[in-house]
């Protein structure tokens, strides 16, 4: 399956890290959400989280 690619940033632009704790049931979930937009995993929640704070910034 082709996936959108995670496109790498230079090593000095990424600076944190997000560690989530989360049932196994919603990873699944999120897994395949990501899966259906044919994304990695670490783009789909970036955009997601990304998306969400670009909709609350109006």
């Known amino acids: 399956m082709d996936e ?5 940033p230079r090593q000095e632009e990424r600076k ?6 989360c049932k196994p049931a919603e990873k699944g979930r999120y897994i ?3 899966k259906r937009k044919n994304m990695k995993m670490n783009a789909w929640i970036l955009e997601t989280l990304n998306a969400e704070i670009d ?4």
Not at 4 to 8: F, L, N, R, T, V
Not at 16 to 21: D, T
Request: aromatic share 6%; hydrophobic share 20%.
């Open 55 to 58: 909709k609350n910034k109006q």
């Open 32 to 34: 395949q959400a990501a």
């Open 16 to 21: 944190s890290y997000l560690h989530v704790e």
């Open 4 to 8: 959108k690619e995670d496109p790498q």
